[in-house]
């Protein structure tokens, strides 16, 4: 697709909308939202980066490989749970602790792992179908 | 080639052998305190919640073993540095060898049922392995896999035995278990129990009909055939008869079928020995014969009986292993082990002829040996049992079959005209024929004074099986008595068939024929048979079609959640109907018509389009029941999925039909079915409200415990958090999945 209006807007759009996809995640502890909406708007948005150039030029824009995200949110997921073990306490038990007033635990950690690992995949297929 | 002794790596086979050498020190050294009753032991919490334990223990009986197996292991360490010096598995072969052992300890010094069963099956994997080590080899290969097979899938059955025991005894520990014969005899278990553990100690002992796999192991370089499949490994199923003989045996059935498929497997052993003329085969089938008479042996369950098995056990361990160390030197000194072929080396390799005169001797069973002692007490049990005149000639002829066997592997090979062999045949070095030496003369030792080996070795172990016996008397000479009567009479029998040999030669031709109906046939054709049903219905429902995957998941589901319907339909009341609101009727259907347009369309533009909007409206429903989490990433996915189309629909080919009249009907027909139990599902779960205490929970606790007031979130990362971790896997994997489909794609169509 070749529109200069829609290039100009992604370019625009994208930031808002990656932010916009890390605020649903966030939010997604007491309101509705999460890793899994978080992950999937932040792929759909780069969709929309994939439809105003090209595959190949989103690759590059987005200046990190899927496969990494992928494997780094599996690693993060995996992580959080690690503390609760080396408490003697079993695998992914959640620990809590203050960050100034708010609450803080190992959940929110495996929440930004789902978030890498939808965004990971998402952006993985999308890729490599758009570039055939 | 030839004298095998100049290689630089002979050497390395003794080097390796210090670890089985260690381990017979502390064996040996732990023996006095068995003696005076102060048993090793360990026991470490495994699975504590299910009672398993990792414990080993260390009493008379298993230290028997222990010490055979690293006794017999050291000499075959250092024996298989010269027979396999310049194999170009060397390292691989030793590293399974101690793998092997390493098992084969764990097994007989297991002190509870679930650690056994983990060594057992070990030991099956690493015989696996060392069986097809020549892996190139198509025989080699498809040994090993009829073994692994064999064992693998009696140790199944075992498995089965042990948990049931377990459940009926209360515990997995075998002291636990030792004085519950009396309950565990009463249980109506107890017939399922016994039949499944023999299943296991039968195919690990190659008992009829379970003895073909033994054979046909002889693929196996020589070293590992006399330690695995003789000396050790083979006596796995023996050692677990002895072990459990105080929990399982005084019954009429125990009796009766160890009686008899060890009296068969006696004789069926000896007589194939007498027919087949290759080294290590004869021998393999006079090993399956000694499996057969110890298991025979364990059938009476008298302390005399014991007794004889457990001597037997020692003598044969020492002999066999000795004679097929002594096969694999003419072997690898001459380059053939056909018996048809071999004569006249007694010249060329004097120590070897003589060293295979020691241990003939002992399979023979007649001379100052272990093995004469075990014949003569072999004798008097089956004197004893309840059927002797059937037991009596079964064991007479046995013994005089492996007499004539002893004769034609102590003297055909070395006797008579000089014979022409592929390699010009030289002694072995001492370092070869130092195993053999060794084992035979101990042979002689304990035959000699038998009373040593009765107290350090036999006494402890008799003792360990059946607590309440007290030892018996080993001696060479027992006066003028029955049983020495029929020994006599088996050895003249053996010397007239040992004579006689070459008219049986018309027999051995037909062997290969006959075969065809053995249960080794049997067993290959079921195999094969299992084999190509496999292939036939993976070709059916894994055929490449993604249409036919769907059709096949979806017929499944229907099947086995429609099955929990038959108890009966949910039902729906009006009532129900009546807060019905306009606009979901309006969503249902635009549903409706969306899916329609789908299915009719030839646009796949539009098709892809239409399914969005089913999407869309579904997620709609979502909100207007208060489910904000699942509508939000329902629209996230629709929109999702529809660029993934539209991205796909650039390399499909142009749209050309729909599918037949007939495949839409069954299409249609599957989506109806599928769509109604989906409709009852709902409306049965909503009617039950199963979800109700669930739902509460969660509510209750999300805030308390997990500080979040989302409870779908909470419950996806904090309370199922390794659900969902194995959900995000899965995703990762798909992604991977179709990352590599694409990629494989492309790179062929570039090639």
Redesign the interface.
Known sequence: MNSIILRTAARYLIPLLFLFSIF?LFR??????????GG??A??GF?LY??ATDAREAKKALQID??LL??A??LV??GS?LPGLIQGRP??S?I?GHIGSE?V?T??L??I??YL??L???L???L???E? | MAGGSSHGSSWRGWAISLIPLGFLIWFLALLPGALRGEIWSLSVPWIPQLGVFFSLRADGLALLFAILISGIGMLIFGYGGHYLAGHRYFVRCYVYLVAFMISMLGLVLAGDLITMFVFWELTSITSYLLIGLDHEREAARKAALQALLVTGGGGLALMVGFLMLGRVGGSFDLVTLAPLGDVVLADPLYLPILLLILAGAFTKSAQFPFHFWLPNAMEAPTPISAYLHSATMVKAGVYLLARLTSVLSGSVEWTVLLTSFGAVTMLLGAVMAFLVSDLKKILAYSTISALGTMVLLLGPGTPAAVNAAIVFLLAHALYKAALFMIAGIIDHQTGTRDVTILSGLRRAMPVTAAVAAVAAISLAGFGPVLSFIAKEMLLETVLAAGNASILVPVAIISAAILTATACILAIRPFYGLRCVTPIAPTEASPGFLAGPVVLASIGLLFGIVPQFAGTILIAPAVAAIMPQSEALHLALWHGLNVPLLLSVVSVTLGVVLFVTWERFSTFRTRLPQAARFGPAALWDNTVEATVSFAGWQSRILQNGYLRIYLLMILMATLLFVGFSFLDGLPLVSIADLNDVRLHEVVVAAVILVATLFVIRTDSRLGAVAGLGVVGYSVAFMYTVFSA??LA??QF??E??TV??FV??L??LPRFSALSPARTRLRDALVAIAVGAMMTMLVLGVTATNAGGRATSFYAERSVIE?????V???I???FR??D??GE??V??I???G??GL??LR?ERSGS
């Open positions: 649903v997604g502890h007491n309101l509705p939202g999460g890793g899994f909406s999937l708007l792929a759909t969709a994939i439809f899927p496969h992928m494997g949110g599996l997921a995996m749970g695998f992914l959640s809590w609450v635990g959940p929110v495996f929440d792992g789902v690992v939808v990971g995949s998402s993985t297929i999308m490599n179908l758009g055939e | 904000p989490d939000m990433t996230a996915i929109t999702l660029v993934l991205l796909v650039y390399h997990a500080h979040g007031r989302n779908v979130n909470v996806l990362v904090d958090g390794l969902t971790l995000i896997t995703l990762a798909a992604g991977l179709v990352y694409l990629k492309v």
